[in-house]
């Protein structure tokens, strides 16, 4: 049975009673030696996820902290930089290196499209002064997965280096930040790790710490230098959300035992239920490209004269589904399902069923017609 | 009886079990009407330990997120601050001005002693141009608290703005932000508030709502500005750590029942009875005037032969009480007892017990002789 409420957002997304419970679990010296064990344990294992050599480095904030973290320890004020956009929080990574002086070039898409790889090289192509590209690997606003791996092939092919926002793919969507050559990728605790928000993680590969060393934008808490060379000591630079770090090892364990292939398989198995679900149901997918369309979260069209909501409220009051809504320009054309982390079939279905049931109290009565 | 282990050092502090409870809460949807009633309610409530009418503002981060926060929405590049630092947090909070452009003349003082209002009078005289005083209230690295009102009566008397470090200060020791005139407040959730570490608290006065407006620093997360107008809705501009909400939800409503004047008149009696009795030990304060001592974190002398480390690790292992060692140039030369938040005259005794204990096996044989 799905844990209730059943939280179809995505992120925070549900957290495991094994894992809340060492949430719970009394404060330690945070520069002590258990601490230090703990710190190490969950930075090696992350690696195993992000599927590098790098350090995995470990902040206290949310994972708009980390974006921040990309940008200020890799890029300099005027630095002409590619910021390619599918959606709400492809332009926050974009505002945030706006705000510390970089030179930003927009590559933007209507919401729901994928960005092309071709784009991307026109786009270095055209300005040989770019020296950084920023993507987000999946954009949790419009549920559309970029192609990543084809994206970083001509950032490579160019040289320039790849800032990616993995936030809500990173652990259940492919990412392989060496094979691939990504130079920078944040995550946080609160999607695909099924872990309480409060923890971001990022990693830079060797080019990405020669842009640190570069890089002249003013940072002190979010320094990845400076959580690196914590971190060697199995400490971080200033006290960490100690609570977080112990849920995290749990989560971490338990998600080497499902394996990451395995975890993979199932959201790609569960990514494709949704759809088909709400398909099904008579819905329009935000995203038409079944290539594209992101295993973690499905964004949905409002049919005409359904109240999002007040379809999010009969789903919620009703049936204990809760889900999201749009974002920014979507507010109110979209709702979104999550299905990241903890989710399973069987989770998806009561989700699937509770729509089934609200959509024709709020006038969607050829559901399923079609 | 004290929990064990006695987590006697400044942060993180002690969590009570109902406290450590609420962090085990199952997600929510950070966006609904739930938990905007706990952002509401906890905001609302800090005002009242605050001592303020302006909006408390909650940033998931640690405490020197906070104290970022604080300067990169108050200050500009090349502004001249008056830094006043008798300690490691209080160069740390320089620190991170400067790394931000603020132009700093530091006013430092021997680790140990307090801050004098005369001195900063005499270089806001000296020096016209300063128009910032960024100041630590409670020195955790050395125990001493700085006589802040005093400090803010001459700072508000050449009408410059004032940023307090008040993180291992407010809730425990007297600070009155608008009476006293305070421009800035920052503290963090692992101090007094007996709730785990991973949120930071901050206010601005009117006069910081206005040197905001004019603040050219860059900032994104740390921005109070989309802080205030977020929680106007009972929101976060970013996911927060909603555990850390919760188990401040419960926190706030234990101090509330315990009352701030009761709560501060604690932290002085207690802080009494750890100098009373480390003194009564034969040893040696950092702080040599008592006007100036701590009431949440005590700094004591590492007697001539014991090693610092050795002393923490018989507290430990054989006691059960885990006390702090020195930080940056006093590593090795003090060790640190907190007492601050969860913190009662039975855990003090306890770790005053341990003490004695422990220090004739370190080769302190006259304890107590003096």
Not at 253 to 265: D, F, T, V, W, Y
Request: net charge negative.
């Amino acid at each position: 049975m799905p844990l209730k409420p059943n939280l179809r957002i995505p992120g925070p997304t549900p957290v495991p009673p094994d894992i809340l419970k060492a949430m719970a679990r009394p404060m330690v010296n945070h520069r002590g030696k258990p601490f230090a064990e703990i710190v190490r344990r969950v930075a090696e294992r992350l690696k195993d996820f992000f599927l590098t050599k790098e350090d995995v480095l470990l902040l206290t904030a949310s994972g708009t902290g980390g974006l921040e973290a990309a940008v200020v320890n890799t890029l300099s004020p005027g630095q002409k930089v590619l910021s390619v956009s599918i959606g709400a929080f492809g332009d926050r990574f974009a505002a945030i290196a706006e705000k510390y002086g970089a030179d930003i070039t927009m590559l933007q898409y209507e919401w729901g499209q994928a960005a092309q790889p071709e784009d991307v090289r026109k786009a270095l192509e055209h300005d040989a002064e770019i020296s950084a590209v920023m993507v987000t690997h999946n954009e949790t606003s419009t549920g559309v997965t970029n192609p990543l791996e084809e994206i970083a092939k001509v950032v490579r092919e160019f040289d320039k280096l790849l800032l990616v926002d993995a936030i809500s793919s990173l652990g259940a969507i492919p990412l392989d930040m060496d094979d691939w050559g990504l130079d920078c990728v944040v995550t946080g605790s609160q999607k695909g790790w099924m872990v309480p928000p409060g923890l971001a993680f990022a990693a830079l590969s060797e080019r990405g710490w020669k842009a640190y060393e570069e890089s002249t934008m003013p940072r002190f808490y979010f320094d990845l230098g400076r959580a690196r060379d914590s971190q060697a000591k199995g400490q971080t630079p200033w006290t960490p959300a100690v609570s977080i770090f112990f849920a995290l090892d749990v989560a971490l364990e338990k998600m080497g035992q499902e394996g990451l292939e395995s975890i993979l398989a199932r959201h790609a198995r569960i990514g494709k239920i949704v759809r088909d679900g709400v398909t099904a149901l008579g819905l329009d997918l935000l995203c038409r490209d079944e290539r594209y369309a992101s295993n973690t979260v499905t964004a949905i069209k409002s049919p005409d004269g359904v109240d999002v909501s007040e379809l999010r409220r009969v789903l919620e009051d009703e049936h204990d589904v809760v889900i999201a809504g749009g974002q920014a320009k979507l507010s109110g054309r979209i709702f979104r399902i999550g299905h990241l982390g903890l989710a399973d079939e069987e989770d998806i279905q009561d989700a699937l069923d509770a729509l089934a049931a609200a959509l024709p109290k709020l006038g969607f009565t050829n559901a399923a017609a079609r």
